[in-house]
């Protein structure tokens, strides 16, 4: 099973701010990394894929980059709205694992 | 609008079964791998059982296996999750997915359902 590792946990920050989320994986999944977004009460959203596609309707200030097995969600400036927990998921192997995610919060 | 709705959720003692379904539309579902994931409360997410277009593949998380099932009806548009020996760490919302597109039979995943939450408590 391929284990996939966020970092931080929580990230603190402002409106405005740049915000670098980590995701490691166990052994190298070339690009087959996707990027979830969640907030509060609501259904997970497809962000990322392939490490760095958007899907439809993410703006560009969300992009994605790495391979093999460290990838980066960054998201140049943060927006009132970006503020919730990110999940990255390798689509390499069968079992499917997501990281544990990432919490975005306010300063 | 591609929508996925499920239900079979509710309250269930350890040891005892559910069947989950999610009911699929607005898009060729007979084409497409589809899958199921969990969220425990407060928690992340957990991929639970993955099964491809035809039943010919499928797949699922070692804390699932050899008690969940996972099954489709391409003549319903139905993707199902027989669920035995319940645990109470299997409480969770439980998400229908479908991969964005057909050839990502691993996800992407989108849309996501809204989820049916199951319970197990004695």
């Known amino acids: 099973e391929i284990v996939l590792t966020q970092s931080p946990a929580t990230l603190s920050l402002s409106p405005g701010d740049r915000a670098t989320l980590s995701c490691r994986a166990s052994q190298s999944i070339g690009s087959d990394l996707v990027w979830y977004l969640q907030k509060p009460g609501q259904v997970p959203r497809l962000l990322l894929y392939d490490t760095s596609k958007r899907a439809t309707g993410i703006p560009a200030r969300f992009s994605g980059s790495g391979s093999g097995t460290d990838f980066t969600l960054t998201i140049s400036s943060l927006e009132p709205e970006d503020f919730a927990v990110y999940y990255c998921?390798?689509?390499?192997?069968?079992?499917?694992?997501f990281g544990g995610g990432t919490k975005v919060e306010i300063k | 609008e591609v929508q996925l709705v499920e239900s079979g959720g509710g309250l269930a003692q350890p040891g005892r079964s559910l069947r989950l379904s999610c009911v699929a539309s607005g898009f060729n579902f007979d084409d497409y791998a589809m899958h199921w994931v969990r969220q425990r409360p407060g928690k992340g997410l957990e991929w639970v059982s993955g099964?491809?277009?035809?039943?010919?593949?499928?797949g699922y998380a070692d804390s699932v296996k050899g008690r969940f099932t996972i099954s489709r009806d391409n003549t319903k548009n139905s993707l199902y999750l027989d669920m035995n020996s319940l645990r109470v760490d299997d409480t969770a919302l439980y998400y229908c997915v479908k991969p964005l597109e057909v050839w990502f039979r691993e996800g992407p995943f989108d849309p996501w359902g809204q989820g049916t939450l199951v319970t197990v408590s004695s």
């Open positions: 998921q390798q689509r390499r192997q069968w079992p499917l694992t």
């Open positions: 099964i491809t277009w035809n039943s010919g593949s499928v």
